[in-house]
């Protein structure tokens, strides 16, 4: 019986893959406490290989922090796309539930935050969140305070699913069910 052929990745599908991972793995540890050889284990990789790649771990952490930039201006865009005259910022406010239940992506971005304070990451994450700031501004024409309180209440989100107070596996908190009830009813 012949042996089934295998396909070969290349370096591009290969270094994705290990991006996948480290995303993966960063979201739960964060940047100090994950391991490269934990990512390449993930990845079903080396750990030479994976600094092969990307160079450092600093330099895969940064990788991982603009996939996942990428991917909320991404869902932003496409919300915007599809927005009537002046209802952008409303279409970008529903859009936020698919990148709340894109887990990963928002627990990357709060432990970026976190690392902020090193001095070759922060230069980047500031970059990108301001990257973000622009990107809302210019897709929905809204005027700074607004733009701020859409960004403020993205963040409170995005904390509140990190506490596991809201989605599919929510904790019960009355806290939380006070803040969302009121951020439904009076919108983002």
């Given at each position: 019986m012949p042996e089934a052929s295998r396909t070969r990745m290349t370096a591009g599908e290969r270094g994705a893959q290990v991006l996948t991972a480290a995303i993966a793995a960063f979201a739960e540890s964060g940047y100090a406490a994950t391991r490269t050889d934990e990512i390449a284990r993930r990845a079903g990789v080396s750990q030479p290989y994976v600094i092969r790649l990307f160079g450092s771990k600093q330099r895969l952490f940064l990788a991982a922090v603009a996939q996942v930039c990428d991917?909320?201006?991404?869902?932003?865009?496409?919300?915007?796309?599809?927005?009537?005259?002046?209802?952008?910022?409303d279409a970008l406010s529903e859009a936020y539930e698919q990148i709340l239940a894109e887990?990963?992506?928002?627990?990357?971005?709060?432990?970026?935050?976190?690392?902020?304070?090193?001095?070759e990451?922060?230069?980047?994450?500031?970059?990108?969140?301001?990257?973000?700031?622009?990107?809302?501004?210019?897709?929905?024409?809204?005027?700074?305070?607004?733009?701020?309180?859409?960004?403020?209440?993205?963040?409170?989100?995005?904390?509140?699913?990190?506490?596991?107070?809201?989605?599919?596996?929510?904790?019960e908190a009355e806290w939380a069910r006070d803040i969302l009830t009121d951020l439904y009813e009076h919108g983002m």
């Open positions: 991917r909320i201006e991404e869902v932003f865009t496409d919300a915007a796309a599809g927005a009537g005259t002046g209802t952008a910022l887990r990963t992506l928002l627990q990357v971005l709060l432990h970026a935050f976190a690392a902020a304070g090193d001095p990451i922060g230069p980047v994450v500031r970059d990108r969140y301001g990257r973000i700031y622009r990107l809302v501004r210019e897709l929905t024409g809204a005027p700074v305070a607004d733009t701020r309180r859409f960004l403020s209440t993205g963040m409170l989100l995005t904390v509140l699913a990190a506490l596991r107070v809201t989605g599919p596996d929510a904790i």
